[in-house]
């Protein structure tokens, strides 16, 4: 049990390590935006967030309902 307990504490304090290499190595210190609207490719495709997707889709259609249409 103790010998599985020292693995995984390894094996995570050797992900933590490999993880802040590339925070101490870049120039400023970041990781790049996981965000879906700001990577340059997704843009170019059209594609969005689902969040702006929906609230584009809201603000170009009728708000509007005709009850006696109903």
Excluded: P, W, Y
Excluded at 7 to 15: D, E, H, R, S
Excluded at 39 to 68: L, P, W
Aim: charged fraction near 25%; glycine fraction near 2%; proline fraction near 0%.
């Amino acid at each position: 049990m103790a010998k599985l307990l020292l693995l995984t504490m390894v094996v995570v304090l050797l992900a933590v390590i490999l993880l802040s290499i590339k925070m101490i190595l870049r120039k400023n210190g970041r990781f790049s935006s996981i965000h879906i609207s700001d990577s340059k490719a997704m843009r170019e495709r059209g594609i969005h967030c689902a969040t702006s997707q929906d609230r584009e889709i809201r603000r170009n259609s009728n708000k509007k309902i005709d009850v006696k249409q109903l």
